[in-house]
Nanobody
Framework: QVQLVESGGGLVQPGGSLRLSCAAS????????MGWYRQTPGQQRELVAT???????NYADSVKGRFTISRDNAKNTVYLQMNGLKPEDTAVYYC????????????WGQGTQVTVSS
């Protein structure tokens, strides 16, 4: 089992920045990919960014150039640096982890609220 705990959400003005953190614990050696997803009420959860065990990254078009995903293997933590935040970035952000050879994500965090508003 793997446990994921997100932190760093909050209220920020448009144009501002936030950094989300996702601390992983448990059998993390089995983890191949980690990602950030977000969800707003009534909408499906959508991909924000992913990073693999070898550091390959992928971003949703809506956040390219503004968000950066990174990982600190020594701390078993994945980060999402969010700059140039817009009101449409408001959502609950979830951290997810997928095992090697898994077809999807096997573990999810509890989510952290990000609100972009003046």
């Amino acid at each position: 089992q793997v446990q994921l705990v997100e932190s760093g959400g909050g209220l920020v003005q448009p144009g501002g920045s936030l950094r989300l953190s996702c601390a992983a614990s448990g059998r993390i050696s089995n983890i191949y990919i980690m990602g950030w997803y977000r969800q707003t009420p009534g909408q499906q959860r959508e991909l924000v960014a992913t990073i693999t065990s070898i550091g390959s990254t992928n971003y949703a078009d809506s956040v390219k150039g503004r968000f950066t995903i990174s990982r600190d293997n020594a701390k078993n933590t994945v980060y999402l640096q969010m700059n140039g935040l817009k009101p449409e970035d408001t959502a609950v952000y979830y951290c997810a982890a997928g095992r090697y050879y898994s077809s999807g994500y096997d573990y999810w965090g509890q989510g952290t609220q990000v609100t972009v508003s003046s």
